[in-house]
């Protein structure tokens, strides 16, 4: 069965920090596919990142970072320098690499960034 | 990225009312989609699957006959809470599945019952 843990469940930081928030699945399949989006206040979804299972390279984007480690099935997400609108609930989340399939979320980590 | 519409964005309704949820796809087509709902502070549950044209298939927990789904055309798909409670009070969001893997999420509706 597949499954996505964000052990993390809510992180506080100042502004300007560093911070790295935690997802590691469970998944059967060779092949698949890793997201995570970020849900503000106003409840609706943000895609951030699609990761293919057979890309293992790590990603940056601005301030936003991706770890992609296959051998520990993590896919860790690291905000450099936070700023406050970065507060929000962040969701990674896994799929099978097949049309028509769901996506399976992890419970989220609440990140909130203070001045 | 693709546009997805929800309609409405937020509602009201009285106990034993029925509610109807509009998900439209603005500039793309797609076979299947997914509704999910969040209850406050928690992730988002897989509700339903449906492809254009079928009977949409639940997941388990879900009342087929209290959330109906119209899957009627690939840009749109309605959800129908019939009879609602307050225990049916969420966050529902819908998204369109595409052919490169990626879904596109609606904005939400956030249903109130009274």
């Known amino acids: 069965a597949q499954k996505v843990t964000q052990a993390q469940t809510e992180i506080s930081v100042v502004e300007k920090e560093d911070v790295t928030l935690d997802c590691v699945y469970e998944t059967r399949d060779t092949t698949y596919y890793l997201f995570w989006y970020k849900q503000p206040p106003s409840g609706e979804l943000v895609f951030l990142i699609r990761?293919?299972?057979?890309?293992?390279q790590n990603e940056i984007s601005g301030r936003y970072s991706w770890n992609f480690q296959k051998s520990t099935s993590s896919f860790n997400f690291t905000i450099t320098a936070s700023q406050v609108v970065d507060s929000a609930v962040y969701f990674c989340?896994?799929?099978?690499?097949?049309?028509?399939?769901?996506?399976?979320f992890g419970k989220g980590t609440t990140l909130s960034v203070s001045s | 990225g693709a546009v997805v519409s929800q309609h409405p964005s937020w509602v009201i309704c009285k106990s034993g009312t029925s509610v109807k949820i509009e998900c439209r796809s603005l500039d793309f087509q797609a076979t299947t989609m997914f509704w999910y709902r969040q209850f406050p502070k928690q992730s988002l549950m897989l509700m339903a699957t449906s492809n254009e044209g079928s009977k949409a298939t639940y997941e388990q927990g879900v009342e087929k006959d209290k959330f109906l789904i119209n899957h009627a055309s690939l840009t749109l798909s309605t959800l129908t809470v019939t009879s609602a409670h307050p225990e049916d009070s969420s966050f529902y969001i819908c998204s369109f599945d595409s052919v490169s893997y990626e879904q596109y999420f609606g904005p939400g509706t956030r249903l109130t019952v009274t």
């Open positions: 989340a896994l799929s099978e690499a097949q049309a028509g399939t769901a996506l399976i």
């Open positions: 990761r293919n299972s057979f890309d293992e």
